[in-house]
Nanobody, 119 residues
Framework: QVQVVESGGGLVQPGGSLRLSCAAS????????MGWYRRSPGKERELVAV???????NYADSVKGRFTVFRDNVKNTVDLQMNSLKPEDTAVYSC?????????????WGQGTQVTVSS
């Protein structure tokens, strides 16, 4: 099992910046990937950014060049630095963890933190 603590959401004006943080803990064998997803009203949950073990970060096309994801494999944390925010970035952002227990892999999403981009 895994638990996550998410922080950093809030209200920001267009063009502003926010940094989201997530810390994972629990009883699992290993973490295979960490990242962030988001869900806007009336839309499906979508990948924002993810870092898988041994791989480069993967970003949604809509955030490339504006968002940067950082992962600390020792502390089991993942941060999302969001710059040049747009109103269409408004969503609930959830921390994502892919972890293993034995030969079984699990996907877990946190409850999320609200990001609102508005003037």
């Amino acid at each position: 099992q895994v638990q996550v603590v998410e922080s950093g959401g809030g209200l920001v004006q267009p063009g502003g910046s926010l940094r989201l943080s997530c810390a994972a803990s629990g009883s699992f064998w290993s973490i295979n990937a960490m990242g962030w997803y988001r869900r806007s009203p009336g839309k499906e949950r979508e990948l924002v950014a993810v870092i898988r073990n041994g791989a480069s970060p993967n970003y949604a096309d809509s955030v490339k060049g504006r968002f940067t994801v950082f992962r600390d494999n020792v502390k089991n944390t993942v941060d999302l630095q969001m710059n040049s925010l747009k109103p269409e970035d408004t969503a609930v952002y959830s921390c994502y963890v892919c972890f293993s227990e034995g030969d079984v892999r699990y996907d877990y999403w946190g409850q999320g933190t609200q990001v609102t981009v508005s003037s």
